[in-house]
């Protein structure tokens, strides 16, 4: 057997970010075309040859995008949405922007979490009107690296993914229906990328990992099952899979007109289960054995088994060894970096690094590399190190873990007896109002960060600047009248970094920066090591803010599942270990909080949806530990304690039950958009607990008008019993400015006392 080095794709927003600041210096009108094309060009020609150097052939090339590939493929389909029609003509590249971020009253395309990640793609929409056509003019937009297109291999989105992510525009529209003109605009489109040279296609199918029904199964048989033939032209079509298991869409994949088909048997071994059955059929295989969506470096010896035991008793021409998944979801280059402890950094390994790594291993498993090899050397000796390093590993956190009981996790009483006790205790309003935590993050705030982090200002200095903002938010609450206080978050420069570098087991990036959509881009902690709460991180900041008046004052944490699934999380351990161990922290938090007098404490869970396993079958035992987790955090106040939970998405019908588990005492959502229909969901299933749905979307600095507001409120009114239920907006109001915040708040604190009124 050959061992081929391969890979699925780069991160694509340069080194440095260059592609970001040159897009939005575009968007300002800061830069012509040409500055943002030939910084594009000069990314994929970086990309392109980092992966030539590390031996990769062919390399991948159109895994690059100036936003988003989804909407990319929306384009090259002619798939869009018809508001966009009567708009001015513009450029490609501005319309295509255009698309993306909405001009005026036409909203942007939708946005959505990719599979089980961070980032965000954007929604195909399928409309009465749809018509796919194969937008050759778009195509030339496409950025792609010079070079020998032998050596490369074009990469794509399938047919099927496109399909099965796409959304109707309305409930009578089948969305499937377009398929056979997808499926032609498809041949044309990958005919017109064959005529041009290139020889290697990637047809990237991620939704074989998902469970697929049976119109599903339908299209995919019908585009591969003789997509050679129908192209004639001789080709080498990888078709890969990515996160999740093939399982049994197996029997799809087993008798199709593709060379190759790649695989993750990294991050679950259960595909290895697979491949004797591919065997049959495909003389080549692709295995992914490096992480695409963590940043360890590999464990040399522990992949070479993994490989061999895959491959034992198989017998594949050519056996492609690749990352799992693209490298867009891991940082550039490790040698940027250099604030991080030099011994945590020597266990790590990027985008720069991982291709490197192919080429090790791939070295060693075609015996054309020595064990005597310094670059083999220096990875065993990390590997080494980090399993015995004392920075992984704290005894006392063990011990604490292992003597956890059942009772750590249940509240002293059940919430019909905690919800007595609140409400004799706290007597709150009918309806009473309160806000998500955050308040705005002014440019006064951040640069007061900043000055505190560059040594400009001392420690003393920054403090009375953010107690001044912290009075300042209290204040106006106050005049506002809303009725349960927070303190504006103004400390805090990411709800999940300011406690990362308070806790111990993190360390953080300079420049590890990962894309989350378009231009945004987030940059994840590392958690290498057991964690543990050195000191109280927020009970000064919570105890000055609740002196400052009498109303009661909402702590304010970030959950256990949250911190995990925004950081970048060890590999050593199960990562249900990991959240337990940051929920021990949160719970000497919590319970320090009440201590200190704080009555109200509220856990935020804005990424628990979002770790939901793609497989359905492995999704309970998810939702039990991260409930678990949850609870864990949360469970050991009193239960006068008012325990809050908070979650900004709409997508609960997979796991309501779950939910429910966590037994917060509150819990927020976000429902404006959905205008307030999420809670019928809630209804259904009988939500036991109270409920705050958000009446304001924050995501746009639109003030909705006391009418709406109002009208929204009536809404909740006529389906969650009214004493369960809460006003607030959809989500914190960081991004917001002051001006519409106070016009929003205010019209929601008067529209709800016009409903109070009425009730
Ligand atoms: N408390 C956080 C805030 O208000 C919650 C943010 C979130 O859920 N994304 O900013
Ligand atoms: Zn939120």
Redesign the pocket.
């Known amino acids: 057997m050959k061992y081929i080095a391969s890979n699925l794709g780069m991160p694509r927003v340069g080194r440095k970010r260059e592609l970001k600041f040159i897009i939005e210096k575009y968007w300002r009108g800061e830069a012509s075309i040409s500055d943002l094309t030939s910084t594009a060009n000069e990314v994929v020609t970086l990309n392109n040859t980092l992966q030539v150097q590390a031996g990769i052939n062919p390399t991948t090339v159109n895994d690059f995008t100036l936003y988003d590939r989804m909407l990319d493929m929306c384009c090259l389909t002619g798939l869009i949405p018809s508001r966009f029609n009567n708009l001015n003509k513009l450029s490609f590249t501005d319309s295509y922007f255009r698309f993306a971020r909405g001009e005026g009253n036409v909203a942007a395309m939708e946005m959505t979490k990719w599979f089980d990640t961070n980032y965000h793609y954007i929604v195909p929409e399928i409309e009465e009107t749809s018509a796919p056509n194969f937008n050759r003019e778009f195509f030339e937009n496409q950025v792609l690296p010079d070079g020998d297109r032998n050596h490369q291999k074009f990469s794509i989105i399938g047919p099927l993914t496109f399909l099965t992510l796409a959304k109707a525009a309305n409930g009578s529209i089948n969305k499937y229906a377009i398929y056979f003109e997808l499926k032609k605009t498809y041949d044309e489109l990958l005919k017109y990328v064959l005529s041009l040279g290139y020889i290697n296609l990637q047809i990237e199918e991620p939704v074989l990992g998902t469970d697929l029904n049976d119109a599903q199964v339908t299209i995919f048989e019908d585009f591969y099952s003789n997509l050679k033939t129908r192209l004639d032209i001789p080709t080498n079509i990888l078709l890969a899979t990515y996160f999740g298991n093939v399982e049994d869409n197996i029997s799809i994949v087993k008798n199709i007109e593709v060379d190759c088909l790649h695989l993750d048997i990294f991050t679950d071994e259960s595909n290895i289960d697979s491949l004797s059955t591919l065997n049959e059929s495909y003389d080549s295989i692709s295995l992914g054995v490096i992480s695409g969506r963590n940043i360890w470096k590999i464990n040399l010896n522990e992949t070479i088994e993994i490989i061999n035991r895959a491959l034992h008793n198989l017998n594949f021409d050519t056996v492609f060894i690749a990352p799992t998944a693209s490298l867009q979801h891991v940082p550039y280059s490790l040698k940027l970096e250099e604030k991080m402890p030099t011994e945590v950094m020597n266990w790590l390994a990027f985008a720069e690094e991982k291709i490197l790594e192919l080429q090790v291993l791939v070295g060693r498993l075609n015996k054309e590399i020595s064990e005597e090899d310094e670059r083999v050397k220096s990875i065993l000796t990390a590997n080494t190190m980090r399993k015995s390093s004392t920075l992984v590993n704290d005894p006392s956190v063990a011990k604490r873990i292992s003597g956890l009981t059942n009772e750590d996790f249940e509240r002293q009483s059940e919430f019909a007896i905690r919800q007595k006790i609140q409400r004799a205790h706290f007597q709150f309003p009918k309806l009473p109002t309160t806000t998500?935590?955050?308040f705005p993050q002014t440019t006064e705030i951040r640069q007061a960060r900043a000055d505190f982090n560059a040594g400009k200002i001392n420690e003393a200095e920054y403090k009375n600047f953010i107690e001044k903002a912290i009075i300042e938010c209290i204040e106006k609450q106050e005049a506002l009248g809303i009725d349960v206080l927070v303190h504006g978050?103004p400390e805090r420069n990411d709800?999940v970094q300011y406690f990362g570098e308070l806790l111990s087991g993190f360390t953080f990036t300079s420049f590890g920066w990962v894309q989350s959509y378009g231009t945004r881009c987030v940059k994840p902690p590392v958690i290498y090591g057991d964690i543990k709460r050195p000191n109280p991180m927020t009970v000064e900041w919570a105890k000055f803010a609740q002196s400052n008046t009498n109303k009661i004052m909402k702590g304010?944490l970030t959950g256990p599942v949250t911190i995990l699934q925004w950081s970048f999380v060890r590999d050593d351990q199960p990562r249900s270990l990991t959240c337990n161990q940051i929920a021990l922290a949160m719970r000497d938090e919590v319970k320090d909080l009440e201590a200190a007098g704080i009555e109200v404490i509220q856990i935020?869970e804005?990424a628990i949806r979002e770790g939901l396993p793609i497989r359905k079958a492995k999704q309970p035992e998810y939702l039990k530990w991260s409930v678990d987790a949850f609870r864990l955090t949360a469970a050991g106040v009193n239960n006068q304690t008012q325990i809050h939970t908070?979650m900004?998405y709409s997508k609960f019908n997979d796991v309501m039950d779950s939910i429910t588990a966590m037994d917060a005492d509150v819990i927020s959502i976000e429902c404006s958009r959905s205008n307030m229909k999420l809670l019928n969901l809630f209804k259904e299933e009988k939500y036991p607990n109270e409920i705050g749905p958000g009446v304001w979307d924050i995501h746009s600095p639109r003030v909705p008008s006391l009418e709406e507001l109002e009208q929204l409120i009536q809404k909740a009114v006529d389906v969650i019993d009214i004493r369960n239920l809460w006003i607030n907006p959809d989500?914190?109001l960081?991004t917001r400015g002051w001006p519409e915040v106070e016009a929003t708040l205010s019209n929601m604190i008067q529209a709800t006392k016009n409903i109070r009124a009425k009730i």
């Open positions: 998500i935590g955050s978050e709800m304010m935020d804005a908070h900004c989500c914190g960081k």
